[in-house]
């Protein structure tokens, strides 16, 4: 395993995405599958777990706790407020004032059975609450000892870089994969210039990028993918391609394709941690393991090309 350093702690570069054993957004988890799979991320070296309190209306943080048990005091356990859910209309809406900040707060620290949240993020912006006072916030939450440390999620690092600068924001969520560059270069300054961590989701698009669903895959419930267009559309083909790419590196080197994807993210100079979403123990293992694959020059070759053919696709 590889470790960066964020705010003085030991963060592992593939990291454990909780949203799945929230039990909510990637189709049925069993909990005993979770907690396998949290005891296998801390046995292959996994320090980081991401979650957040929307996860399962509280399931994920529970189940997280529960799987950490006594080592939930030596990883860093990091969490997200700001998306909240409203029972009438069975729909999320987004609330991040300081005021709605210190109620989420104390409810993760007691789902996370934790004193302390090593890293808080701010899960997206309201688009109503100006960020100073949200990082203002959150360093008092600092000072008194509730959280270690506190990141961002979904903002833009270039619009909002003066305010993460001055409240020393210790870290950056965004979305970037494969087949998604959209968010390169905020990742890109926000590394550079703000020396911000950068944490990176939908590295296998929604586990597109694993090489097991084909144009025919079928989701049902609440899974997210019923509703993901990304792979469906006609317009899409060459993300299939890709696809078939990764596949076929999988074939030449022995890997999984996901381990594959994994550890050309990791590559990429911008890339801090990768937050994968595991559900099973076996994942999690191959997901650890491919911070320390080198992939070779032809398969580095292969993934370039089908880069820069979906960059020329979406401009
Ligand atoms: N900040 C944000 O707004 C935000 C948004 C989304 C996610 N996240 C974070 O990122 C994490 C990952 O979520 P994501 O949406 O980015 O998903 P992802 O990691 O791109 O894909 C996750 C899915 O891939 C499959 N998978 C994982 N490892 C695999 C392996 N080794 N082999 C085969 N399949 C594998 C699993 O689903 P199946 O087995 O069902 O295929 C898993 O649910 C979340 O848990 C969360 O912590 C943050």
């Known amino acids: 395993m590889q470790y960066i350093d964020v705010a003085g702690m030991r963060v592992s570069r593939v990291a454990f995405g909780c949203s799945a054993i929230g039990g909510h957004d990637y189709g049925k988890v069993d909990d005993a599958d979770s907690l396998r799979a949290i005891s296998a991320a801390c046995a292959s070296g996994i320090t980081l777990f991401d979650t957040a309190d929307i996860y399962g ?3 994920s943080e529970q189940i ?3 799987g950490l048990g006594g080592y ?5 356990v990091a969490t997200k407020f700001g998306v909240c859910w409203d029972k009438i209309s069975r729909s999320t809406y987004k609330d991040i004032r300081p005021v709605y900040l ?3 707060l104390k409810k993760s620290l007691k789902n996370l059975k934790l004193d302390c949240i090593p890293l808080y993020q701010v ?9 100073d006072d949200v990082l203002e916030e959150l360093d008092k939450c600092r000072t008194a000892g509730l959280v270690r440390a ?4 979904n903002f833009n690092p270039i619009e909002h870089g003066p305010s993460i600068s001055r409240n020393k924001a210790a870290s950056i969520q965004l979305p970037y994969s494969l087949i ?3 968010k390169r270069e905020l990742l890109e300054y926000a590394a550079s210039k703000l020396g911000l961590a950068t944490l990176i989701y939908n590295v296998l698009a929604h586990g597109y990028l694993s090489g097991k669903y084909t144009r025919e895959s079928v989701f049902s419930g609440t899974d997210l993918r019923t509703r993901d267009n990304s792979f469906v559309k006609g317009d899409k083909v060459l993300n299939w391609r890709a696809v078939d790419i990764v596949k076929q590196i999988a074939l030449d080197t022995g890997l999984t394709p996901a381990q594959v994807v994994i550890s050309w993210t990791l590559r990429q100079p911008f890339v801090g941690s990768v937050i994968i979403g595991a559900k099973t123990e076996v994942q999690v293992q ?10 070779d020059r032809a398969a580095c070759q292969a993934l370039g090309d089908v880069v820069a053919l979906l960059r020329r696709q979406d401009t």
């Open 57 to 59: 209306l509280g399931h």
């Open 64 to 66: 997280l706790a529960k």
């Open 72 to 76: 939930r005091n030596k990883v860093v």
């Open 102 to 104: 210190r109620t989420a």
């Open 123 to 131: 899960h997206w912006p309201d688009n109503i609450t100006p960020l």
């Open 150 to 153: 506190f990141g961002l999620s």
């Open 180 to 182: 998604d560059g959209a």
């Open 286 to 295: 191959q997901n650890a393991i491919a911070a320390d694959i080198n992939l």
